[in-house]
């Protein structure tokens, strides 16, 4: 059995640098436009307060592609008062032929920011 790895937020950091976003991300529009992204509703948990939060839970994969992602994000507006990030969040990345987890990134939702940006970034250069 394959071991799974856990990647740190300073190495996704680190690495994300070299990686071309904005083409990863052009090239996953095509996906989707062309129907072969699987992308089920949005998982949604509303955590009762006080504090209260929000737990996004997301997933999905690319036809063809050699994984699936499950992404888990949270938010907690009431931890700035407490001095720690509202945001949160994690990826669990899983080998579309058997299931197995390849990988956690541990990515404190910046992957999700980085995303959120790409995005941002491409539909201005389209328009």
């Known amino acids: 059995m ?7 937020l300073t190495t996704i950091r680190r690495v994300i640098e070299r990686v071309d976003v904005l ?5 996953a529009f095509v996906a989707h436009s ?3 992204s699987v992308i089920p509703p949005v ?3 509303m955590v009762d307060g006080p504090p209260s939060g929000e737990v996004h839970i997301k997933y999905g994969y690319i036809r063809g592609g050699r994984h699936y992602v499950v992404k888990i994000a949270s938010g ?3 931890n700035q008062r407490i001095g720690i990030p509202s945001g949160s969040g994690l990826m669990l990345l ?11 990134l541990q990515d404190e ?19």
């Open 2 to 8: 394959m071991e799974t790895i856990s990647i740190d």
């Open 23 to 27: 083409g990863i991300m052009s090239e």
């Open 34 to 36: 062309e129907g072969r």
């Open 43 to 45: 998982g949604e948990l």
């Open 76 to 78: 907690f507006p009431g």
């Open 94 to 104: 899983f080998d579309v032929r058997t299931g197995m987890l390849s990988a956690i």
């Open 109 to 127: 939702g910046h992957l999700t920011d980085v995303r959120t940006a790409a995005a941002g970034a491409l539909v201005s250069k389209v328009m």
